[in-house]
């Protein structure tokens, strides 16, 4: 696959945006739960969506008898990947959280290997290796003695559950399940496909909401911050990205997408630097150059 300047920039918009979303999530994590932000991000997306999808909402069967597996991609891409990352960013900062997911790569290739039997590239396994090792250097803090006896927080964790689905959810855009193959699935434009999955996946993240609700009340303090927050996430993080991010997968595949993913700890350190005032450690920056060597030899 000829890595093509659109192709690049398919692949390097989702990160950048992503990389905000972490930081404003992080800005507003006292203002409203994580389950709630991720419900309304996706609801709102939807209200946004409709026009350009009114062909499916005219018919909705086409997505009804489709419902299995765009139930998972509303699942794992909507329900879990988000709220978990917004869950993480209560106990974690935006830039280890956007580090730690600089592991996808990983995750690309095993879930690729284990249920798809594609074998990785030398050169992937050893990018793969060197994104690894910058997002140990981030989880020790600095200090590569810690990692025998590190202590993860529950954002670190939550993270790399996350990371997970979402290896799972790019790899099912690439290969997808009955009923969503060529020649199989209805002439959707993007907005459609798109709609066909967030039906479910307002769903999913609407209930999350509600356990969260019954679980661990919380009021939701409304101000203009908040509500440009949500504007922001239904728009770029969610509509855009997911646009580009789908066609790059479809073009690139899975495994070589998955280390564009390692740009987003960048943008975020950018982005965390001037709206939060976090300045990296140096670790963060010596982890930037692991991931960066990484991107090089694995896109070679």
């Given amino acids: 696959m000829k890595l093509t300047p659109r192709l ?7 990160p950048l945006l992503w990389a905000g979303n972490a930081v404003v999530g992080r800005l507003v994590r006292h203002d409203i739960p994580p389950m709630a932000l991720n419900a309304l991000r996706w609801a709102l997306a939807l209200l946004l969506l409709a026009p350009l999808a009114h062909r499916l909402l005219a018919h909705p069967r086409e997505a009804l008898v489709r419902w299995r597996s765009l139930a998972w991609l509303g699942f794992l891409g909507m329900g879990c990947y988000n709220a978990l ?3 993480a960013l209560h106990t974690s900062s935006p830039l280890n959280v956007t580090l730690i997911t600089a592991s996808m790569p990983v995750w690309m290739l095993g879930v690729g290997a284990v249920f798809y039997g594609v074998k990785p590239a030398r050169r992937q396994l050893v990018g793969a290796a060197l994104s690894l090792l910058g997002v140990a250097l981030v989880i020790a803090r600095g200090d590569p003695a810690a990692l025998l006896a590190v202590h993860f927080v529950p954002g670190d964790l939550l993270m790399l559950l996350a990371i997970f689905t979402w290896a799972v959810y790019s790899w ?3 290969r997808p399940m009955k009923g969503l193959r060529p020649g199989e699935k209805p002439d959707w434009n993007w907005a459609e ?3 066909s999955q967030l039906m479910f996946g307002v769903v999913f993240s609407g209930i999350a909401a509600g356990a969260e609700q019954v679980v ?3 009021a939701i303090h409304w101000s203009p911050t908040l509500v440009a927050v949500l504007v922001y996430v239904a728009i770029g993080p969610s509509l855009i990205a997911y646009r580009c991010w789908g066609m790059g997968v479809a ?3 899975p495994a070589l997408a998955g280390f564009f993913v390692n740009l987003t700890p960048v943008f975020a350190a950018i982005i965390s630097a001037a709206l939060l005032g976090i300045a990296p450690a140096w670790y963060h920056g010596v982890a930037f150059a692991l991931i960066a060597a990484g991107i090089f030899v694995s896109s070679r």
């Fill in 8 to 14: 690049a920039l398919l692949l390097t918009l989702p």
């Fill in 85 to 87: 990352q917004y869950l």
């Fill in 172 to 174: 099912m855009l690439s």
């Fill in 193 to 195: 496909s798109l709609m």
């Fill in 216 to 218: 661990a009340p919380a």
């Fill in 251 to 253: 073009e690139a595949g």
